[in-house]
Structure formats: C-alpha cells, structure tokens
C-alpha cells in the first residue's frame, strides 16, 4: 500500500507519458512524495489539466516531471496542479 496515496497499486518502475503536438518549450520539474503507479496518475491528470500543456512526462524513478507547451514555464500554475494532486514540485 502506498503511503503518500493509500492505493494498494505500489509498482515502482511507471513512466507515464502523454503524447502531443511539438511545443515551443518544455520544462523539467522535481515531484516529492510520489511512491507508485496511482501518485503518476494522479500528478498527470492534474497537471493534463494546465492549459498550454501539450506534452507531459512524469517518471516515478526519478520524481520528474516534463512539460512541454506553452505552460511549460508556467510555474505557478504547474505547482498549483501538481499540489491538487497532493505532491509538492520544484523546477529541475
């Protein structure tokens, strides 16, 4: 069971990835507090939201998350998005 998130799904090698159009910027940003499958899904459904995202990335290995768009610079929305999913994120 997940700590961060109560899901019994604690796969530990997710890459999830949102396809889109070719941005004009993208931004690499560090998510704290994910720990499976269902804390990815959670981060990329909210931050899928943002407008002007257009691609997203967001690896559990590694904590971060890629996004490209014209909200890739957006920090204070993405930080917004990525707190409603129940993590806290930095720029990379």
Known sequence: ???????????????????????PGTRTY?????????CVASVREEVGEVAGVEVLDVDL??????VSGEAADSQDA????VEAAGYSVAPS
Do not use: E, F, P, Q
Not at 78 to 81: F, G, L, S
């Open 78 to 81: 993405i930080r917004a998005a």
């Open 61 to 66: 290995a590694s904590g971060r998350l890629v």
């Open 30 to 38: 560090v998510v704290s507090g994910m720990t499976c499958t269902h």
């Open 1 to 23: 069971m997940c700590n961060a998130c109560g899901s019994d799904n604690t796969k530990s090698d997710a890459t999830v990835t949102t396809s889109g159009s070719s941005a």
